[in-house]
């Protein structure tokens, strides 16, 4: 992440695939910067009922990154068991706050940088060639692997505008 606001060649990555790991990182590092020095307590926070935490929603990118990787490189859908493992930080709501608090800011930035290395490591397997590749996505429509990669980092952006406005409302 030395060059974090340039958008360019990757060592090791073909061209494309450099520019779109390259806006990930930027996106990553705003992310670790909306989050530096939280507490426990800061990062289990909620709103109100309906809301989510902020370390939930740091374990939300982890795994949307993760079901991914599952989804475009091994071409599978989470078995039954992995569904299981990563509901909570999937689909966030009711069994998120349930399930996900009680930890520090290390636990999650150690997710985040696990999957996040994986993929990494991923992307050094495929060419730019593999960006274009298409099937069917979501509702019945076309998709291309630069978008489903392009939406991995774009709901880590969404949801970093709730950590920011969370972070911002949290008592003093």
């Given at each position: 992440m030395?060059?974090?606001y340039l958008i360019t060649d990757i060592p090791g990555y073909t061209p494309q695939i450099s520019r779109l790991l390259s806006m990930m990182n930027y996106a990553?590092?705003?992310?670790?910067?909306?989050v530096k020095g939280l507490s426990q307590e800061e990062l289990d926070y909620l709103l109100d009922p309906k809301s989510n935490s902020i370390g939930a929603l740091l374990l939300h990118f982890a795994s949307v990154e993760?079901?991914?990787?599952?989804?475009?490189?091994?071409?599978?859908?989470l078995t039954e068991e992995e569904e299981q493992e990563r509901l909570p930080?999937?689909?966030?709501g009711d069994l998120g706050r349930e399930k996900i608090k009680g930890h520090q800011l290390d636990y999650y930035l150690g997710k985040l940088e696990e999957v996040r290395n994986r993929t990494f490591e991923l992307f050094r397997t495929v060419d730019d060639a593999w960006l274009d590749e298409q099937e069917e996505f979501w509702y019945g429509?076309?998709?291309?692997?630069?978008?489903?990669?392009?939406?991995?980092?774009?709901?880590e952006i969404n949801h970093r505008g709730q950590i920011r406005l969370i972070r911002?409302?949290?008592p003093k």
């Open positions: 030395d060059n974090i990553r590092h705003t992310t670790l910067e909306a993760y079901a991914y990787q599952v989804v475009t490189f091994e071409k599978r859908d930080e999937l689909d966030l429509k076309q998709a291309n692997n630069y978008f489903k990669w392009f939406h991995v980092f774009e709901d911002n409302r949290i």
